[in-house]
Each structure stands twice: as C-alpha cells, then as structure tokens.
C-alpha cells in the first residue's frame, strides 16, 4: 500500500464554492502530479511539481491551482467550482531512480460531483 | 499527435486462462513502457515497466513484452483468478512535462470462475 493520502474521498458540493483537494505522501518524493479521470476514460495530467515552489501545468487545461510549500504535501484548488469540473481527482508522486519517469504511487482519488 | 490505443472492448476469460492484452502507441519514441491496475473507485497501482532494450519482462504471473518497432506491448496474465479482474492500464513518458507519464484508457477484464 502506498503512503500516499487523498481527502477528502467524496465531496457534493454547490456551484461556486471554493474547494480544496488535499495530496500528502510520507515517501520524500520530491516529484508529485495531479491527474483527472472521467469514467471510463484515460487519466490527464492537470498539474505537476519536482519539487518545494516548483509547479507546472498539465496537458489538460484545469481551471484549478496547485502550491507546493513542502515536499509532502499538494493541495490542489478550486476558486469557483463548475458542474463541468465534477470528475474524479488522482493524486500521485514518484521518486526517479536514474531513468525518466519511474513508477508512480497514486492516492485513492477524490471523487467531486459539483451541483 | 501522441496516442496510447488499448482495446476498448472488455476482456471476458475463464479462470486459470491466459490473458492477453495489447498496448498499441503512435508518435512516441519511448525509453520504457509501464502497467498500471485500476479497480474500481481506486487509484492506479504500478505492476510492471520495461525498457527500450528489454524484449521481454516477468513478474509472478504477469509477462510484458515490448517491440518498439512495432509500436506495441502485450500484456500476459497466465494462470487468470477471479481476483485478477479490474482495469489494466499501459503509460508512457509524457515529453512535454517531466516525468508525468501519458495513459491509455485502458482495457478491462473479468476472470470468471
């Protein structure tokens, strides 16, 4: 089981609300990403980090934010949420062992259903 | 522009078969190929990955191999259990942000007693 933590699992929320999605892991990955799944659909990258104060953007264009201000943790934010951001959330961080792109730990995922 | 094609199809086996499912790509140059499992409501969990160089991967029940000439990985599941049911999804590096790696949709399998 990877020491890699979502929250929260579920969340209904109102057209508007601000939200946060919170991303911790306990390995000292340095790099983290955050990925966006529909049902039956293929993960996309939104947002990406190698490191503290270091955050990119995904392929997927996401009208979310990310902040990295320690290596654990990655919150990632909505300032207004949409009915078309109701999606399922993947959190996941990787460690590079001397070759691109090893494997990556994911979270449990938050699933955001926005009314 | 960069694909990952899996079969879009469920995979539908009896138990103690073999599985065999196919990863094609298309405009990747690919250092390695990764397998994810996906269940249900759950994040992707990392089975195998397999180099450039490497025809041929192993692990328990599980075999990958990789023709880069082909554009193309197969994935084995010998002996198949009813546990082994889930989404089987097959990732590349993505060139344009770091070590983010691209997805397939993947393909989905039940192993019926």
């Known amino acids: 089981e990877a020491d890699i933590y979502q929250t929260p699992r579920y969340l209904v929320i109102g057209t508007g609300k601000k939200i946060t999605l919170e991303c911790s892991q306990t390995?000292?990955?340095?790099?983290m990403y955050w990925y966006q799944q529909d049902p039956g659909m293929e993960l996309h990258l939104i947002h990406y980090?190698?490191?503290?104060?270091?955050?990119e953007k995904g392929d997927l264009s996401s009208e979310s934010t990310v902040s990295r201000i320690r290596t654990e943790h990655f919150p990632l934010t909505l300032e207004s949420a949409r009915p078309s951001h109701t999606s399922q959330y993947l959190c996941?961080?990787?460690?590079?062992?001397?070759?691109?792109?090893?494997?990556?730990?994911f979270g449990p995922g938050t699933r955001l259903t926005v009314l | 522009s960069q694909k990952i094609e899996q079969n879009s199809e469920a995979l539908n086996i009896q138990e103690g078969k073999t599985a065999t499912l196919t990863c094609n790509y298309t405009?990747?140059?690919?250092?390695?190929l990764q397998w994810y499992r996906q269940d249900p409501g759950r994040g992707p969990v990392f089975l195998l990955l397999?180099?450039?160089?490497?025809k041929e991967k192993r692990k328990e029940r599980l075999k990958v191999t990789f023709d880069t000439t082909l554009k193309q990985s197969l994935f084995h599941i010998t002996a198949s259990q009813p546990a082994d049911s889930a989404t089987y999804l097959c990732?590349?590096?993505?060139?344009?942000?770091?070590?983010?790696?691209?997805f397939g949709k993947g393909t989905s399998l039940l192993v019926t007693p």
């Open positions: 996941a961080s990787s460690e590079p062992k001397g070759y691109k792109g090893d494997e990556q730990f």
């Open positions: 390995m000292g990955h340095d790099k």
């Open positions: 980090s190698y490191g503290v104060n270091s955050t």
């Open positions: 405009n990747y140059s690919p250092a390695y």
């Open positions: 397999i180099r450039e160089n490497e």
């Open positions: 990732a590349l590096h993505n060139s344009n942000s770091g070590y983010a790696l691209n």
